[in-house]
């Protein structure tokens, strides 16, 4: 290869054809993403540099990276990393990686904390922390409690608060769902639990398997979670309290059905048209 097939234009067109010939939906993005993770630059500087080469040490992390990426492994645990809510966060097989559509409930969570001037907040099934960190990022002055039942996935959590500066409002808790949350009252309760059904997991895509089965299974029906949400919140709300969940979009009215008992249920719709939030108030 000459010295003009071996600049960023050139590699990133092999790459893309590449990841393309390997049936990765996304090629030139994840090309992209992948040399942008190599080269540490924004993908916004990457045009600009596409006459200029890289070294072989370069090229051959590239490389290694791009023989990750077919085997369907996703690029943010590729890079170690992934954007939520502006901020970063480090991840591995251990967490789920955050989801834009989860962006949503803590816009919402931000919005009744201000609004409500809410300080004692939860986190269940807090995965990476993506949640916590950035509901405490975003709120001077609240007080946030972050559980999950993995102790692995608390341990990225806990370098999330590190990094994003937040280590001193987050208090997290090794706990099967309420059981170790003792004593403890909160404003507001978020959460992202495990939702998926035992029919939809056996038809994810491939992708999905590199992250934990126990972030996305929720028995056969996909409820399990949401019922121990149902049958305890309540008890860990304080008068006039708000419950955020995530849905499942295909399951949505049965979720629902499962709050009858508080003050108001009242879901909301993300981008795609899907139920994606349900709101909850307590009595
Ligand atoms: C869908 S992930 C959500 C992660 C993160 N909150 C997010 O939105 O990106 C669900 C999380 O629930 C945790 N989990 C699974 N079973 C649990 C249980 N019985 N009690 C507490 N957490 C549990 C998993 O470890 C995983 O981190």
């Known amino acids: 290869m000459d010295q003009s ?18 049936n990765i939906t996304e090629a030139q993005l994840d ?47 590729i ?8 901020l970063t966060f480090k991840v591995n097989k251990n967490v789920l990686i955050p989801r834009p559509e989860t962006e949503l409930i803590v816009e919402q969570a931000n919005k009744f904390i201000k609004e409500n001037n809410f300080k004692q907040v939860l986190d269940l099934c807090t995965g990476s922390g993506a949640i916590a960190v950035s509901v405490a990022h975003y709120n001077d002055d609240v007080s946030v409690v972050a559980s ?6 608390l341990e990225i959590a ?24 003792i004593n403890k009252k909160f ?25 934990p089965k126990n972030a996305f299974l929720a028995g056969e029906d996909g409820l399990e979670f949401y019922k121990i949400i149902a049958d305890n919140s309540a008890g860990y709300l304080n008068h006039k309290g708000v419950l955020l969940l995530e849905l499942n979009a295909n399951i949505s009215l049965q979720i ?22 349900l709101i909850a108030q307590n009595g």
């Open 256 to 277: 629902a059905d499962l709050f009858s008992d508080f003050l108001f249920v009242k879901i909301i719709k993300d981008y795609s048209g899907l139920d994606r939030i």
């Open 79 to 86: 890079l170690g990393n992934s954007e939520f809510m502006g």
């Open 31 to 77: 090309a992209e993403v992948l040399l942008c993770g190599v080269l540490k630059i924004k993908r916004s500087n990457l045009a600009a540099l596409r006459q200029e080469t890289i070294t072989q040490e370069q090229n051959q992390q590239y490389q290694d990276y791009l023989n990750k990426r077919i085997t369907g492994e996703p690029v943010d645990y």
């Open 158 to 181: 806990k370098e999330n608060a590190v990094t994003n500066n937040v280590s001193k409002k987050i208090e997290f808790i090794e706990s099967n769902m309420f059981s170790n949350i």
């Open 148 to 153: 999950d039942i993995s102790q692995k996935a």
């Open 187 to 211: 404003d507001i309760i978020i959460s992202n639990p495990p939702y998926v059904t035992k029919k939809e997991y056996e038809g994810l895509e491939r992708e999905l398997f590199f992250e």
């Open 5 to 22: 097939e071996k600049n960023i234009f050139n590699l990133l067109k092999q790459a893309t054809e590449f990841l393309t010939s390997h």
